[in-house]
């Protein structure tokens, strides 16, 4: 329970902290040196950085990046950002939509009919309670008193809350398929629309090569549109060559930039310095060598290596899947929904992830592989969120100062200086929370990966749906019920003396410190908007990782880019928390609504900050063509149908006798989500035909939508190889069948040049090859 | 509970009964008059019946039937009944196979087990419990003593019988399958192949019309294989028209040959007598007319209202649903998979079912009103299963002797007379429970006709599956509970003096009177399959009804044909019914293994007189495709599932501690059915590509794949009109969109006759059309 003067005192330091932020940004964001972190995205098109509205002294005035925001359009978010951050940042347009218009309700009703009674003030004065209310306790539905008819106004207000929600997720779905469906009929085809993959591909008859299979059979059912075909081949050894040749190339330009800055440097004369390095770990010890010259032997000795390798893999290591080229956008979008085989477990066509998120390693996983893994990674998932918090607390137990002086005598004098004692005092209990919660994310994803799933958005979003849970299990009810055993430890005692410890008197019990816990929530959302937000804007860790790395480690143009390579929207921990926020909003919004207010500035700032990062900072790896939004619909569906549960049990504690009209709401939105499921969800799975039919103007080569899908690791080696003539119709056309193109498909044939368009390769190339692990 | 003695009585009775109709049907079965009736489908196909294996007198040996049933092939089966009577055979032969391979270790090994241990004996000596047991529950698992060694015995029984029904389920499966991809694969293309309903059409533009929109639509998306639609309409009072008129037909007829044979009569001379008929209701009251007359003009009357209902229907009644045609199956079986439009709740393609099980009326049931219906029939679905026992009860308890004679005095004098009495009091009671029973099916099938399928299969399969949980939850519970609280009102009386009346020892009464509950539903099983198979091998009843209207009603060609028509199989109280006793002998299988014997003989003689029925009787009225077998399949995994949870109940009564052991059994049966439903199913909703693409060598004509599609009410009145041609190019062609055939496509244009050939149309005009109430 949070005190008045503790709210208001922890709500003001996360302010200062978010002025303090957004100053250092404003200041920063201008200066040259700093371009690449404040502005990679542009960067990397080719734009320049917007002019500064400077106020003077080299600052911009602080809303001038929230004036860009605002004035950038929806086309323009999808065009520069791509359509995933656009559904990310619609997330919170549609956030900030709810809240509003519950708020409408909540706030200028609910929050009088709660502040003119005076229920908290009766029950501080009964002895047998010994309850402790703070005065923002009196405007929530805490203060109004058990049975009265003040609650019907709450309850109107769930109803509300539960309609609004229902029609502005409705229009919401909608538009985010209008918004789907432009970008698939988009005139400019992307190489994935015109690819399958197929799994479970039943095993070769004898003498029979997998490509002969797979074409026969697709020429079988798909005999004007079917292209070609690339397998799927085991690629462990391939792109471990291949990682080790792309870092013998970088070390080798390392070395030669070394030596070329050395020459200008006075200190060792026209001739420079070869630099020197020890073959040893880390270069710590062994044998001290040229650079240059070690690298280039290297590169000389894996490169054939490596080409022999890609030839040994695309013969010996084919595996019963494939990746399958048509010719028009529309044969590959009704491949992608239909049946191929009797029995699911062979043959299963489905729609191509994009090039870039296609997780190779998985395409072999076999039908039967993926039910049990599924099954095994859902159990884990379930003990991980029930239990996560268990080996926290032992650790946490565990990691005294006394434990560590007793176990790890060596540390002794360093622990007794006092400063450094009291900050392992301070900080060692909350040490093991703090890295173990770092580590989940990661945990999410390789269990997610494990599944078997076939695409990296997938993986993400499957992470980021246990994650949710994660949160909602541990932060929401897990506050809840150590925030009521703590808070109200006396009271149990109390209870527990004078006999009267049964379950009614634990309810109730929980219902008092409902209200109360919101004010802890309101502070936990506050926080994470201020100080969150004003982080993620000023960007201050990868700022200073960016200018250390500049000055100490790079030295050719490639490293100094990789030093501020953006990266992707976060979505794995992003999604999850902006969720929970929601789900908090909307579970006290009736209750509580003092949340909502705050759940409104978070969303709101949080609609400027990402707007700003999608226009300005964040390159997205790949799109999954808003295919997070679902996903999205469904878990603020589940906060809203915690809210309703909430909501009953606190209606019950009140003693409201009606509290039975409620109990329609949960089954409204479970119907509610049902009939979205049936109606919306289908567009997601599958491109509607109607949309893959319209007119393409720009379509891409085969042999770029083929090489789109290539593994880098197959592509690359080959470039530096001499008889690279002699291998490209060698032994690597094994895995790429070759049909002959035909002249009236869709997709451009090399010779019409003129049309095609080659796909455009991001401008770094290290995210360009699809994930090989 | 059963004793020895009435249980042995009562086999002996049922197979007295089935002895007995055996012997009538060997001897009527060759008499010429009676081979309509049991010959219908081959004299419907223009086949002679077998050649009698005479034992002399006319005699046929009675086991020749058998012979016949058992030589005939697969193939045979399915060519001569079709796919779905042959699946429905197939369950027998499933089962069979099931209860065979338990009985193989259950039998032999459990039975001597439980005969050899004395817990019966030992409770009957007792006091407390007062048990009073038959000679039968001492070989059944009652008998073995708690926690005794002996118990792990019946529970290897129990992994025994899940691992034998998932083995062969699994192969069952498969096996359908293979047959369902020949049928579908077969080079006789069937209509519905090249046919798919569309749904949900959204509203037109504004002067568009119907056929335009569906036209432009189609003719975007499959441009190359698209070949026309037929809009449905509402045809309630065309279908009112057309029946009126189809009635006078039949009357002109019979009038007519009425007229012709009492000219060929002494009595009236050659000129014969005119029949003449009262206009009143039933012809009881209102003016005498000359009948020829009267329906002659009631023809003339009724022909060109008729056409101009039809002329206004198709114009101004057309509805948001249509029925969409394809130039090949392979077009067509793409189309039904793929999803049209982005938007779920528009342009719903389907896989059209086969014409004469479309139902028209429930096309143009929207999106939403399937939804709100489907849930308000599984809600009524639910209170009928759980309640429908209670109005029964009630009506009993009220239509006692006395009250009726109460309420309805005029009755007295009749009820009397003593036998009249003694039979009025002894089927008084059970009338209710008759009637109710026998009004169960129909109301299942409005239901589900309600939730507004499009096909008459899955009406018949939705209300199967309902029929089951009625059975099993008011046959197996019921019988069970009622059974246990009846028979051991003794006990329970006790119980509740001493003092003892506990939750623990309901249960432990409970599980005591389980193994005697099995002797009841021994009887109930050798009763059914005793005389209910001898009554449907015999066919007393269509035998008498047959020769009855033969001799006072029938006077034409046709009116004779409709007394003899055999129908189709009645899946619909049958399969419920049949799976009702496999759930019996998998519940019973392990605690009472003498079940099994029994079982067998029901599944085994049901084999041979269904193979019978199919071959020689019934006539597909239409296909399914074998779709019943999905249904099948989850049914008996669904009693598998009730008999697992049983012996896990049973086992814990008997205070055996391994009982931990079989906790995995009903997971397993999830997992099972799961994985069977991901693998298997999919085909059962989708044509696979692979097999639709598979040569067609005999393809219907598009004119007449158009024609089984339309309802024989528009049809058929047009051909009496002088003026058809007019007709033909008029307004009717207005539902109908007409594009250019094309000359590549797989559909036969009228032009190339030679290759096409006519849908064969059924023998009975009457069974032809859709179905339109």
Known sequence: MVSTSGFITSLGTSFLIFVLLILIFSFLSRRKSNLPIYYPALLLKGKAPPEPESIGCGIRTPWAWMKEAWHATGEELVEIAGLDAAVYVYFHTIAVKIIFWTSIFCVPILIPIAATDNNNELQAQDPATAANFSSLDNIAMGNVQNKSPRLWAFLIGGYWLS????YILREAYKHVIELRAKDQSHVRAKPEQFTCV??????TAKEESREAQVDAFFKQVHPETYEKSLIVTGLSKTSKLWAELETAKAKLAHAEAVFEESKSKSKAGPDGVRPQHRTGKFGLYGKKVDSIEFWSEKIKELTPKLVEEQRRTATEEQKGAAIIFFNSRRAAAEAGQERHSPFADRWEVLPAPEPRALVWDNMDVTFYQRLVREKVVYLITFFTV????????LVAAFTTLPNLTKYLPFIKPIVDIGVVKALIEAYLPQLALIVFLALL??????LSKAEGIISLDHIVRAACGKMYYFVVFNVFLGFTIFGTVFGSADSIKQLKAAGNFSFNSIIELFGASLPPNAT????????????????????????IVYHLKKKYLCKTEKEVQEAWAPGPFEYMPNVPNDLLVITLTLSYAVIAPLILPFGLAYYAIGWFVQRNQALKVYVPEYESGGRMWPHIHSRILVGLFVSQITMLGYFSVKKFAYVVLLIPLPFLTLLFANVCHKVYYPSFRYVAIAVASEEVKEVPTLSSVVAAFTPTCLLEGSNDVKDIDKYDDGSFQDAESHLPSKTSSGIASPADGALAIPIASPADGALAHPIVE
């Not at 197929?198 to 095993?203: A, L």
């Not at 029930?386 to 607390?393: A, H, L, N, S």
């Open 198 to 203: 197929v799994r479970d591909i039943p095993p």
């Open 441 to 446: 994310p990661k945990l999410l994803l390789t």
């Open 520 to 543: 802890y929530f309101i502070t936990f959302i506050s926080f994470k908007f201020l100080a969150g937000y004003g982080l993620e804007l000023s960007r201050l860790v990868p700022l």
């Open 163 to 166: 309609f609004v929600t229902y």
């Open 386 to 393: 029930v239990f996560y918090m268990i080996p926290i607390g």
